[in-house]
């Protein structure tokens, strides 16, 4: 298949290419700099010029497709106070993507994520978030219309990701977690530290991103979750091992002032299953487990300094 992918050069999308290259199909990288379009051509992917903003160029990319794979997300601008404009811009893509590939039968997966769903009980594919007019449930909107494009001739899956997709090179939640303790000398948990969050090595998330767009049956929900619930006291205990930090509660009111923006979902419990997922697709995770791979260091190692 040609499938286009958007955040082809992102963290999840870097792996999604040679996984997508290396079991036979061709890929079209979105790519909005020149350092993106050069990683791409890099990694044998054809390269499109542009970003999810620029819905032309998005439509033209699909209707010559086998297929998209959408895993952009405008972070830059969500991380820095506008999450609705960067969920509603996400909004106008997907919606051009789902109008372009109607009445064809071609793949679109979406990336989402398992947050939220059910927080204090297990999560399965079967649950549905709740839509209630906040910011953040409009992307929980957007998911629900990629499964509503069943209806339309798409064969569209939506693939939720847990919180953390580790692996070395990571900068999201872990390598900020790590940092923080690192700044703060303690490495710290909020309130007794047992809720749980999913984890997935990035490379057994791209698998099943490659699964989904050859095999899912349309309107299908999958759980890259390996693991249905790490403890975040248990995540602490590694960072403050390695850091050879103290390991602290930190008290839920305290949250915001000790971990930034991070605490306010440090706190969450959010386990969730991958049973469905595993027997739709035969997939089955064979890269480290997030503590084994905390263990093997990589998200300990500083720059070198020169003087």
């Known amino acids: 298949m040609r499938i286009v992918v958007t955040g082809a050069s992102g963290w999840i999308g870097s792996a999604v290419v040679p996984e997508l290259i290396d079991s036979g199909h061709r890929v079209v990288g979105l790519a909005r700099s020149d350092a993106s379009a050069a990683a791409l051509t890099a990694a044998g992917a054809e390269v499109v010029r542009g970003t999810v903003d620029d819905l032309d160029v998005l439509r033209d990319a699909a209707a010559a497709s086998d297929g998209v794979i959408h895993l952009a997300f405008k972070h830059d601008i969500a991380f820095t106070g506008d999450f609705q404009g960067a969920a509603e811009a996400d909004r106008r893509a997907v919606d051009t993507f789902g109008d372009t590939l109607a009445g064809t039968d071609r793949p679109f997966v979406l990336a989402s994520g398992v947050v939220g769903l059910k927080p204090g009980h297990l999560a399965t594919e079967r649950d549905m978030p709740t839509i209630d007019g906040s910011p953040i449930s409009i992307r929980s909107a957007t998911a629900q219309a990629v499964l509503a494009l069943a209806s339309r ?32 000398g303690v490495s710290g948990y909020i309130g007794d530290g047992a809720n749980r969050w999913p ?9 099943l991103f490659r699964l989904a767009a050859e095999k899912a049956p349309a309107g299908s929900v999958l759980h890259g979750a390996a693991e249905e619930g790490v403890a975040i006291r248990d995540i602490a205990e ?43 697709l035969d997939w089955e995770p064979t890269h480290p487990g997030l503590l084994e791979d905390l263990d093997k260091g990589h998200y300990f190692h500083t720059p070198a300094t020169t003087t």
């Not at 984890?199 to 698998?207: E, F, G, I, Q, S």
């Open 199 to 207: 984890a997935v090595h990035r490379l057994d998330a791209a698998r």
């Open 153 to 184: 001739g798409v064969r569209s899956s939506v693939v939720r990701l847990s919180p953390t997709c580790h692996g070395e090179g990571d900068h999201g939640f872990m390598a900020t977690l790590v940092a923080i303790a690192r700044d703060k």
């Open 238 to 280: 590694v960072i403050g091992r390695h850091l050879d930090v103290p390991v602290t509660a930190v008290a839920p009111e305290a949250a915001a002032g000790h971990f930034a923006w991070l605490g306010a979902f440090l706190g969450v419990d959010a386990p969730a299953s991958n049973t469905l997922t595993r027997e739709l």
